[in-house]
């Protein structure tokens, strides 16, 4: 199903631009009915909708989590207030705690300027394409699709008018968790954090402390416009020089609402979801906790890590790009592990979403069992060079769709010869095409990435 606002990863877009304290206003406004609705096939034995909701560090975010908690309460909810923290926090809180729904207002690693509303079903899971196409509907006026009658919702009054519950506890019991998942003390270890000024910037240092690790941390001085600014899992650069400047033994960074990790070991080399899911994998079918011995990957990770878990008796099962569609596969076939090269890992065992800071400790888990280092975990790893631009664009389809865009990706397939490949896709959340070429040799993969991402261009000008 194609939706107009909500994407792969929810509603996503420039705040005040195609994303406003209007449109929250009026996401609260439903979700405060619609768990007391006949569209609803949740129990409706509670008085009233509870939903939790979490925010990011961007400026903006406080303005969506207002607009949205005074929808919810005119609609007769009550929403829960965790503050700053991270998505998978809310899906662990939504999961435990009973809540009808979670939302998460985050852009993930986009920049400072734009936002998103995440919704998160009663399971900790992605909600809904079906109620978020009728939360549109209502968005657009459309009353006639919800089975009604009238110019809006109904109002909530007197003692039915919902109320906002600040609900910090349910943030700490999160952070709990993490640290119960520790079968190790980390006292030996020196592990740098960087929290790309996010969700994550208190929450990552107090698991860590809680565990041990002699922890070093950037990214921790969020000012409302600096989330994602040259740090976190989309720039490891700081990260890189913390662990070498500091003999660090492993460093992790998250991305702006923590749902990514991406590592470097202790030589300063960086060691992206492909490499994590690799060791994990094993971690994973040395306990008889890898169900059929497959991992679900996407098309974007590297070739050389699906062929080195191959050596290793794994299977991996390859689907569309996105975290939702890694999951959906997973709950289909029964999985245990999947993710994005991207860091977006689920470990089923312990989460329903993507959670950099579970990966980190996992992986940490893991350097302590085997009493090695990071760089020695991912030696059996083979992975061919890979170049990947973002192309800016008014109109995706009509790139994808482009005959001179196309010949050309032919025609660098011919000159990679089966010892590589091209992908060519839209970005979900971005207006933006992705050109990822991945061949033996890594000038020609940056040659051929800018050959495409020129035709592209010349198209769009």
């Not at 194609?2 to 439903?30: M, P, Q, S, W």
């Not at 110019?151 to 943030?171: C, H, M, T, W, Y």
């Not at 973002?390 to 196309?406: P, T």
């Not at 839209?426 to 495409?452: F, H, L």
């Amino acid at each position: 199903m194609k939706n107009k606002y909500f994407g792969t990863d929810g509603f996503r877009g420039e705040v005040n631009v195609n994303l406003t304290a209007e449109h929250a206003y009026k996401i609260g406004r439903f979700l405060g009915w619609y768990f007391t609705s006949e569209l609803c096939k949740a129990d409706k034995a509670k008085a009233k909708p509870r939903i939790v909701i979490g925010k990011d560090t961007r400026r903006s975010s406080y303005m969506l989590e207002y607009a949205l908690c005074s929808g919810i309460i005119a609609s007769g909810g009550d929403a829960y207030i965790l503050h700053v923290t991270t998505t998978p926090s809310v899906s662990y809180v939504v999961r435990t705690e009973g809540f009808d729904c979670g939302i998460m207002i985050t852009a993930s690693h986009n920049p400072f300027f734009d936002n998103g509303i995440k919704i998160i079903n009663r399971y900790g899971e992605k909600f809904d394409d079906c109620a978020a196409a009728l939360i549109e509907k209502y968005i657009d006026g459309d009353l006639k699709a919800l089975g009604l009658d009238c110019n809006d919702l109904p109002l909530a009054q007197r003692e039915k008018i919902g109320a906002v519950v600040d609900f910090v506890s349910g943030r700490n019991r999160y952070v709990g968790y993490l640290i119960s998942l520790a079968s190790h003390s980390y006292k030996h270890l020196k592990i740098g954090l960087d929290c790309a000024n996010g969700a994550s910037w208190s929450i990552a240092r107090a698991v860590f402390d809680a565990l041990g690790a002699t922890t070093y941390v950037v990214g921790d001085k969020p000012n409302g416009t600096n989330i994602n600014d040259g740090c976190g899992s989309t720039n490891i650069d700081n990260l890189r020089k913390l662990v070498i400047g500091h003999h660090l033994d492993v460093g992790f960074a998250f991305d702006g609402d923590s749902d990514r990790c991406i590592a470097v070991d202790e030589k300063g080399n960086t060691v992206d979801g492909d490499k994590m899911m690799y060791i994990l994998a094993h971690r994973l079918k040395a306990r008889g906790m890898l169900s059929k011995d497959t991992v679900v990957a996407t098309v974007m990770s590297n070739s050389g890590f699906v062929n080195s878990l191959k050596q290793s008796g794994i299977e991996c099962e390859l689907t569309t790009v996105g975290d939702r569609f890694v999951y959906e596969r997973m709950q289909q076939k029964d999985f245990d592990l999947g993710g994005e090269q991207s860091g977006h890992i689920i470990i089923k065992k312990y989460a329903t979403t993507g959670d950099g800071i579970l990966t980190a400790i996992m992986i940490t888990e893991e350097l302590c069992d085997k009493k090695t280092t990071l760089s020695k975990l991912c030696e059996n790893v083979n992975l061919y060079p890979q170049f990947t631009i973002n192309v800016k664009v008014a109109n995706k389809k009509a790139i994808m769709e482009d005959s001179s865009v196309l010949n050309a990706v032919r025609e660098v397939e011919e000159k990679i010869n089966g010892k590589g490949r091209v992908l060519l896709r839209e970005s979900g959340t971005e207006p933006v095409i992705r050109v990822m070429v991945e061949c033996e040799n890594e000038e020609k993969c940056q040659d051929y990435a800018r050959y495409i991402a020129e035709k592209i261009e010349q198209v769009t000008s």
